[in-house]
Every structure is written in structure tokens, then in C-alpha cells.
């Protein structure tokens, strides 16, 4: 019963240009949602959130947008950067404690 | 301040020996969670600890899984006669209430039994 759903594996962006990664989720109860970044050997970052009262929420180069309707949420990277070569992963929390995770998205920056 | 800490890094056990992983929170945080991700897979919650007690423990395997906080060191999480199903990455968090939005993450054990 995957709750938070990440359906790209991969995606590969050219430096300088846009990179979008989507999330989807079905449990109706989620009211907030979390970004987080993760290199290979470390532990996940957060990186950015948003409220459900909210359907955009910017800082610096990210960006969330949250469609409640579709229960879609995407982050967009402008412009990417080799740096942001990473696995990124969208979440959910549960309940106070329990953050439901998805399976996470690998974005490649090409030079 | 140091970030979260855990340790060992890496650790390799055979398929029946015992497994402890540890986890140092961040200085001044008492709350614990422990996840577990395998490959290709999101991180998975198991269990949720305060300074000597267990809150939420309702992603822990029934068996052969146990987990403590206890007052004085650090959180273990403890895998009595590991498979080769236990391998996998295993982070610890920490944060200062009890809402996991604020949690810090560690680097991760990656467990491997052999």
C-alpha cells in the first residue's frame, strides 16, 4: 500500500535548464509535505516543504507545487546544477511521528 | 554541534549473529526514529523512541528486532540472528519535539549479512 508514490526511478537534465520531479500521493488526510535530498553514503536532507493551505512554495532555486485535487505535488529545480545530482525523495507525515516515504526519484544533472 | 551520529557505518554480519546499530542524537533532542530502507525502496519507519521509552514501535518486525533509548548514551537498534532480508540502509533521526517534520538524519549503517 504505497501511500506516496514516486513513479520516475531516474531523470536526466541538462545543466542550466529545468528539472521537475512529481509525487503522488492517496491518502486525502496529508496536509503537509516534505522534499528531501539525498547523496549516495549520507543521510536524507531536508530541503524543502509545504503546507496543504499552500499550493506554491519557492526558496531560491526549488520550488513545490501542490495540486490538492490530483493529490500531485512536483519540485522544480531552475536552473539545475551538477550539485543537485542526488536522489530526491517527497514525504508525507502520518502522524506525529511517522513520515510515509516514496521510493525516490535519482536526478542526473548532464554537464 | 554535531549532527546525528551513528555508527558503525558499515557493518557485515553473517546470517545468524547479532546486529547493533547506534545512533547519538543531536545535542539537545529527545526524540529518536529509527527508518530502514532497502534497495530501490524509500525509507521505511520502524520505530519511535523518547530518552528510555518506546512511543511507536509499529514498523519494527515482531521478531528479532528490538530498539532502546536509554537515559544515558546512545539509541540502539538491536537485530538478533540476522538474514540476509536485514540487509539494508538503516538511518536514525533526531529532533527536538516530537514532529518528525523537524528530524535530523544521520548517515545511515548499511547492514549487509553474508
Known amino acids: 500500500d504505497q501511500q506516496v508514490k514516486q513513479n520516475s526511478p531516474s531523470l536526466s537534465v541538462q545543466e542550466g535548464r529545468i528539472s521537475i520531479l512529481n509525487c503522488d500521493y492517496t491518502?486525502?488526510?496529508?496536509?503537509?509535505f516534505l522534499w528531501y535530498k539525498k547523496y549516495p553514503a549520507e543521510g536524507p536532507t531536508f530541503l524543502i516543504s509545504?503546507?496543504?493551505i499552500k499550493d506554491k512554495n519557492e526558496d531560491g532555486r526549488f520550488t513545490v507545487f501542490l495540486n490538492k485535487s490530483a493529490k500531485h505535488l512536483s519540485l522544480h529545480i531552475v536552473p539545475s546544477q551538477p550539485g543537485d545530482s542526488a536522489v530526491y525523495f517527497c514525504?508525507?507525515?502520518?502522524?506525529?511521528?511517522?513520515?510515509?516515504w516514496g521510493a525516490g526519484t535519482k536526478l542526473i544533472i548532464k554537464p | 554541534n554535531a549532527g546525528v551520529m551513528q555508527n558503525p557505518r558499515h557493518l557485515v554480519r553473517r546470517r545468524g549473529q547479532e546486529a547493533r546499530l547506534r545512533c547519538s542524537p543531536m545535542?539537545?533532542?529527545?526524540?529518536v526514529y529509527w527508518y530502514r530502507q532497502l534497495p530501490e525502496e524509500g525509507l521505511k519507519f520502524m520505530v519511535y523512541?523518547?530518552?528510555?521509552?518506546?512511543?511507536?514501535e509499529s514498523g519494527m518486525p515482531k521478531e528479532r528486532f528490538s530498539a532502546e533509548f536509554p537515559k544515558e548514551g546512545p539509541s540502539i537498534l538491536r537485530i538478533q540472528q540476522v538474514v540476509r532480508g536485514d540487509s539494508a540502509a538503516y538511518f536514525c533521526?533526531?529532533?527536538?519535539?516530537?514532529?518528525?517534520?523537524?528530524?535530523?538524519f544521520g548517515q545511515g549503517t548499511r547492514l549487509t549479512v553474508v
Open positions: 533521526a533526531s529532533s527536538p519535539t516530537g514532529q518528525n517534520t523537524e528530524a535530523f
Open positions: 545535542k539537545g533532542h529527545s526524540h
Open positions: 523512541l523518547q530518552k528510555e521509552n518506546i512511543i511507536d
Open positions: 491518502n486525502s488526510m496529508f496536509d503537509y
Open positions: 509545504i503546507s496543504s
Open positions: 514525504a508525507a507525515p502520518d502522524s506525529n511521528y511517522q513520515l510515509i
